[in-house]
């Protein structure tokens, strides 16, 4: 059975006394929880402070982003043995603004999660169309293509012991958010178009959904068989809110 994760985005948000604030109160909010797999992604500064404050709780530490290359001349880069020598376990990649902003394409996005897997790392790879993709009935063509930069450099196999999450464009920091039927759409063709090489992998992958998940539409997406918790922006800058979040998918795991 796929165990969910709910992870959280903190993106560029943070102070030295907000980290010490926020993950006291997510401690104290997620003590008891169990059933869901739970990860936070503060920005890269405050990876060090955040691991210490982790130590000993059931809270993992990711990261936002990654470069593809281990050393050398490459100012301002951080890279996977880095994030790993530092305790993050999930690196998230391909986001929607890594792309636009970075210019990032799915070659280069796909070598990123090469990277990551060989130094042991566990790859959140995000996927999805933006708005005037979906008007125009190509979200499977997107998710496809963005998928096929991994599948066709790697293979299917690659996607154990990973992570897919599947964010509209649309749908990311605007208050807009995919139906649950429309999200389950879209997950059950990613698993799909995966089994196609590996039916095994296809089945354990996590796929989560993310693209203003919150307390008041978590619990009905987690219901849909195919979505494995959620990649969390604004509502996990909120100890009480992201908790709703987490066991919303430890209840749906359990029902």
């Not at 759409?185 to 796929?207: E, G, L, N, S, Y």
């Amino acid at each position: 059975m796929r165990h969910p994760l709910v992870m959280g985005n903190w993106k560029l948000n943070g102070s030295t006394h907000m980290v010490i604030e926020l993950i006291a109160d997510l401690r104290k909010e997620l003590s008891t929880v169990t059933g869901c797999n739970v990860a936070i992604a503060p920005p890269e500064l405050y990876l060090d402070q955040a691991n210490h404050q982790l130590a000993g709780g059931r809270i993992a530490l990711g990261a936002q982003n990654v470069d593809v290359n281990l050393s050398g001349a490459y100012t301002g880069e951080t890279s996977a043995t880095m994030l790993k020598d530092i305790g993050a376990k999930y690196i998230i990649i391909g986001h929607s603004e890594r792309r636009t902003y970075h210019k990032e394409s799915d070659a280069f996005i796909a070598k990123k999660f090469g990277v990551l897997k060989e130094a042991g790392l566990i790859p959140v790879l995000c996927i999805g169309e933006t708005e005037a993709e979906n008007e125009a009935g190509e979200t499977e063509a997107v998710v496809a293509r963005q998928l096929d930069a991994v599948l066709s450099t790697l293979d299917a196999t690659a996607f154990n012991d990973a992570v897919i999450a599947y964010e509209p464009v649309w749908a990311i920091s605007t208050g807009k958010s995919a139906t649950p039927a429309q999200a389950q759409a879209v997950h059950k063709f990613i698993r799909d178009h995966i089994a196609k090489q590996d039916k095994v992998v296809a089945k354990q992958v996590i796929i989560q959904y993310g693209g203003s998940v919150n307390t008041a539409n978590a619990a009905e997406l987690f219901t849909q068989p195919d979505i494995d918790g959620a990649l969390v922006g604004g509502a996990s800058l909120k100890a009480d809110a992201f908790a709703v979040i987490v066991k919303a998918a430890a209840e749906a795991k359990r029902a």
